[in-house]
């Protein structure tokens, strides 16, 4: 499990290795962009499954912190998916990766 550290510290968000490789990459394309966006997820918490949301901008620290030490291979599909969305008015809502298999990639077609 990977977590996403927003801040100094403050806000520590856990997704799988996986997930959170995608979202890296999208998240770079977009504060690289300087673009200020909305990502928002699903997540379960001791009183039930709950929606959050965070307002990510370059001026905040962020960090990725992975369990395993290797890339996973990237969905082209998943990533133009999550970055259509974080292009949308209700910015980055996290969605479950497409069926189909990653194309073995380790980095983001241009």
Excluded: C
């Amino acid at each position: 499990m990977g977590t996403l550290i927003y801040g100094h510290g403050d806000l520590t968000i856990d997704f799988d290795d996986r997930t959170l490789a995608h979202l890296q990459v999208v998240i770079g394309t977009k504060l690289r962009r300087r673009e200020s966006f909305l990502l928002s997820w699903n997540d379960d918490g001791q009183d039930g499954e709950r929606r959050s949301s965070i307002w990510l901008d370059t001026s905040v620290p962020l960090y990725f912190r992975y369990l395993g030490t290797r890339m996973p291979d990237l969905n082209h599909d998943w990533i133009a998916q999550l970055m259509a969305g974080a292009n949308s008015g209700p910015g980055l809502v996290l969605m479950s990766e497409p069926a189909g298999r990653a194309e073995g990639s380790r980095f983001p077609r241009s």
